[in-house]
């Protein structure tokens, strides 16, 4: 259904926002009145990643009059394939500077606030009560709850968005909606957050780098109908998308009969290194001690295509599909230690977990080949 404009209109438009904003002008229900309301919105952007970057370019070009981006990374030459707010001469700044340089370029009279830190419980809410919307474009679930618990208790609107190799999911929800409006969260979608080791991320699984400009241009127009009140919201609606089949899909989303409570700040969005219970683990350094000794059993449970772009010295390549189900065991040791790696460590404690469960001596590489990398 219709929700009433989040944002009251701001003052008349200058001669120079009217002439970038014609094109919004001549639309029915948008006209000067939204774009009054867009250049009086404040909106947060959470994550200057691939979809934090689309979202922001095009809500800096609709004439949103203050974007907050919230970001503790730096750009990485791998970020390039999708974060398209970014570029070459960027590497190794911090994203909230490449984010500000990009939407100034685009339009100097953008304001952008930076926030060059990891949301933590402490001061999630001093930072996204700033918003009157908050954007989701975040790759891990513990920031994802944190954001959306946040939202909850501010009654601030959220506009979410998730991709994985060729398969994404956008929606908004609102935990406080205006009377009438049946309250939707993260919760009501997945109630508790899947354990660290079972849900790979973008740099173990991959990721199509336009997809993530499809879904990010979905999550600035809704952001946009939120803003204006214009169209229906994707509020109890769920896109989701297979990029490979060119197929929406929607599915509904209805509140849940009962949800963990979020009344208080959940633990700081920080993804640590996964564990499992009798699974021991080594760090790249002392890996790196090991094979200057000569005698290890490393093997790397990613797949081909990962191994080909960078990998371990002397590792040996076992994907985590054989491992699991069993057609590698045959010619692994059962006489000597086994060291498994992957990308970032979730995959190669999941395999490192089968092994020992079958009987092998096998240990985790903490970090993956990132923190080797990292280390070198």
Same mark, same amino acid.
């Given at each position: 259904?219709?929700?009433?404009?989040?944002?009251?209109?701001?003052?008349?438009?200058?001669?120079?926002?009217?002439?970038?904003?014609?094109?919004?002008?001549?639309?029915?229900?948008?006209?000067?009145?939204?774009?009054?309301?867009?250049?009086?919105?404040?909106?947060?952007?959470?994550?200057?990643?691939?979809?934090?970057?689309?979202?922001?370019?095009?809500?800096?070009?609709?004439?949103?009059?203050?974007?907050?981006?919230?970001?503790?990374?730096?750009?990485?030459?791998?970020?390039?394939?999708?974060?398209?707010?970014?570029?070459?001469?960027?590497?190794?700044?911090?994203?909230?500077?490449?984010?500000?340089?990009?939407?100034?370029?685009?339009?100097?009279?953008?304001?952008?606030?930076?926030?060059?830190?990891?949301?933590?419980?402490?001061?999630?809410?001093?930072?996204?009560?700033?918003?009157?919307?908050?954007?989701?474009?975040?790759?891990?679930?513990?920031?994802?709850?944190?954001?959306?618990?946040?939202?909850?208790?501010?009654?601030?609107?959220?506009?979410?968005?998730?991709?994985?190799?060729?398969?994404?999911?956008?929606?908004?929800?609102?935990?406080?909606?205006?009377?009438?409006?049946?309250?939707?969260?993260?919760?009501?979608?997945?109630?508790?957050?899947?354990?660290?080791?079972?849900?790979?991320?973008?740099?173990?699984?991959?990721?199509?780098?336009?997809?993530?400009?499809?879904?990010?241009?979905?999550?600035?127009?809704?952001?946009?109908?939120?803003?204006?009140?214009?169209?229906?919201?994707?509020?109890?609606?769920?896109?989701?998308?297979?990029?490979?089949?060119?197929?929406?899909?929607?599915?509904?989303?209805?509140? $849940? %009969?009962?949800? +963990?409570? #979020?009344?208080?700040?959940?633990?700081? *969005?920080?993804? &640590?290194? @996964? !564990?499992?219970?009798?699974?021991?683990?080594?760090?790249?350094?002392?890996?790196?001690?090991?094979?200057?000794?000569?005698?290890?059993?490393?093997?790397?449970?990613?797949?081909?295509?990962?191994?080909?772009?960078?990998?371990?010295?002397? $590792? %040996?390549?076992? +994907?985590? #599909?054989?491992?699991?189900?069993?057609? *590698?065991?045959? &010619?692994? @040791? !059962?006489?000597?230690?086994?060291?498994?790696?992957?990308?970032?460590?979730?995959?190669?404690?999941?395999?490192?977990?089968?092994?020992?469960?079958?009987?092998?001596?096998?240990?985790?590489?903490?970090?993956?080949?990132?923190?080797?990398?990292?280390?070198?």
């Amino acid at each position: 259904m219709p929700l009433p404009p989040l944002v009251d209109p701001g003052p008349p438009l200058t001669l120079d926002q009217l002439a970038r904003a014609n094109r919004h002008l001549l639309l029915p229900g948008l006209g000067a009145d939204g774009q009054r309301r867009l250049r009086a919105a404040r909106v947060c952007v959470v994550g200057a990643g691939g979809l934090g970057a689309p979202v922001l370019q095009y809500l800096a070009a609709a004439g949103v009059g203050t974007l907050g981006v919230v970001d503790d990374d730096v750009v990485d030459v791998s970020n390039l394939q999708r974060q398209v707010i970014h570029g070459t001469s960027d590497v190794g700044r911090p994203k909230v500077d490449s984010a500000r340089d990009a939407i100034a370029a685009l339009d100097p009279s953008i304001e952008v606030e930076v926030h060059a830190t990891r949301l933590t419980a402490e001061n999630v809410d001093d930072i996204l009560g700033r918003y009157d919307l908050v954007v989701d474009g975040t790759d891990n679930f513990p920031t994802r709850y944190l954001v959306n618990d946040a939202c909850v208790r501010l009654g601030i609107p959220e506009v979410w968005g998730s991709v994985l190799r060729f398969d994404a999911q956008t929606t908004v929800f609102w935990g406080r909606p205006p009377a009438g409006v049946a309250a939707v969260e993260l919760r009501d979608l997945f109630p508790t957050p899947p354990p660290a080791d079972q849900v790979p991320s973008c740099a173990e699984a991959g990721v199509l780098g336009a997809l993530c400009g499809q879904v990010g241009s979905v999550m600035a127009v809704e952001a946009v109908k939120l803003v204006t009140g214009l169209g229906e919201p994707l509020l109890g609606r769920v896109l989701v998308l297979d990029a490979l089949r060119g197929r929406w899909q929607e599915v509904p989303l209805r509140p $849940a %009969r009962s949800r +963990p409570p #979020a009344s208080a700040p959940v633990a700081a *969005a920080r993804v &640590d290194v @996964p !564990r499992a219970p009798g699974v021991p683990q080594v760090t790249v350094d002392e890996l790196a001690a090991l094979l200057a000794d000569g005698d290890v059993y490393l093997i790397d449970v990613r797949e081909p295509a990962e191994a080909a772009a960078a990998s371990i010295p002397g $590792a %040996r390549l076992v +994907p985590l #599909a054989t491992v699991l189900d069993g057609s *590698a065991l045959a &010619d692994l @040791p !059962r006489d000597r230690e086994i060291l498994v790696h992957c990308q970032v460590g979730g995959r190669s404690l999941m395999a490192a977990q089968v092994l020992r469960d079958a009987g092998f001596d096998a240990t985790n590489v903490v970090g993956g080949i990132a923190a080797w990398l990292d280390a070198r």
